[in-house]
């Protein structure tokens, strides 16, 4: 299978499956010298595992990372490093009877389609429980982007038609709420709305945001590598993902131009702007500004009512799926985002070294 390695410089390889023995990812490209411990790790891979709440699957997993390679003595070396996490309560039982039938909104009839064969457990490949290796490897990059003063802000903005309210954004309860959400209040009606949901055996969609700030103008490349490109394709390759936008994304396509342009001016002696509708990017770079990326969650595909589908044999048939699944996605893949968001700039930042002959220079006069 290909499509499973992310990354120029800072190059990740995710592997596993959802009821395989375990799951990872091996890092290559990190610098060495950095300060690492798997308690960095662990406290983003709490943030996505599963049965921390009653909104999420209640698979009990403690995905406990293990770090194989690629530290000594507490920093990181500069080879690889691999890492890995153990599944302890897979209960492939659950999804024996799926070996037959696609699922609807699941990846089942596509995966038979391309590849003639596939791991029905859970989803394999195409589980929720891949994005561990992600997550593993985006808690090592924002390591290093903590280093530079860069830090990354996910969290949920909606929760079907709950909207927290982002003039009461209080980033402390992000990590303290069931929905991930900025908002307490917000919080509280989103939790309703989802045992509503769980009531009626439906599943429910959101939205979910990332803001980074402290990265420098001038990252990414203005034509095929553009870095709101290269965010919106990292975003995108989350499962579930359906649409990403950047700054004010979908409201610009409704304003003049007078209206959408962000005057510049000069802030503390340096270049700004007056309005952010860009969301940190011009021209595909870096414009100085907090970076903005939304991204929009289908619902959860897995519900426990019965369901038109297609079995293998090519018979129309109804079905009823089991298992432990999450009525929403979203809480738990706010990490995810953060992750993705942080490997993509910590590689552009990598990449973007080499793109002035003065840093160059700079950078090897202090090696003589």
Partial sequence: MAGSTFGTIFRITTWGESHGKALGVVIDGCPAGLELAESDIQRYL???KPGASSIATQRREADQVEILSGVFEGRTTGTPISL???NTSQNSGDYSEIASYYRPGHADYTYDQKYGFRDYRGG???SGRETIGRVAAGAVACRVLACLGINLCAYTRSIGPIEA?????DRDMILKVPTAMPDAKADAAAV???EEAKENLDSVGGCMECIIEGLPAGLGDPVFEKLDANLAKAVMSIGAVKAVEIGDGHQVSGRLGSE???AFLIKDGKTGK???HAGGILGGISDGDAILIRAHVKPTPSIFRSQRTVNRAGEEIT???KGRHDPVIVPRAVVVMESMAAMTVLDALLLNMSARMDSVADFYKTKR
Avoid: C, P, Q, W
């Fill in 46 to 48: 709490d943030r996505r």
């Fill in 84 to 86: 890995l996490v153990r």
């Fill in 124 to 126: 394999g490949r195409s």
């Fill in 165 to 169: 309210d982002m003039e009461h954004f």
């Fill in 192 to 194: 309703k709305y989802l």
């Fill in 260 to 262: 959408n342009n962000d």
């Fill in 274 to 276: 007056a309005t952010n």
């Fill in 319 to 321: 079905a009823r799926i």
